[in-house]
């Protein structure tokens, strides 16, 4: 699975993201991965070439939902695939977003 891909890939360079982070305080809505002192998440879409939920209209519509009561509270969403993690690509982009900082 490329969400303990990523998590592990995290871990190798010191990132210590904390994991199915709930943040909202009515919903049940988590983070995949969450930097929450730096208002930073990290969302793995996988199943994104096989109809997964991400990508049906209902799945789509409720990540539209989170993602904007996210946004309004001042958080980074980050969204990655496979291919993002199998290439490093997501890492990188995490990397660079948490050594911002903002």
Do not use: Y
């Amino acid at each position: 699975m490329s969400a303990d891909l990523l998590a592990f890939q995290m871990k190798a360079v010191g990132l210590k993201p904390k994991r199915e982070h709930k943040f909202h305080h009515t919903r049940l809505w988590r983070f995949d991965f969450a930097f929450p002192d730096k208002l930073i998440a990290v969302e793995f879409d996988g199943g994104t070439f096989s109809q997964g939920r991400h990508t049906r209209g209902k799945g789509f519509e409720g990540d539209c939902e989170k993602f904007n009561a996210a946004a309004l509270m001042g958080w980074r969403v980050l969204r990655f695939t496979s291919k993002h993690v199998t290439t490093g690509d997501a890492l990188a982009i995490i990397e660079e977003a948490v050594k911002r900082g903002n």
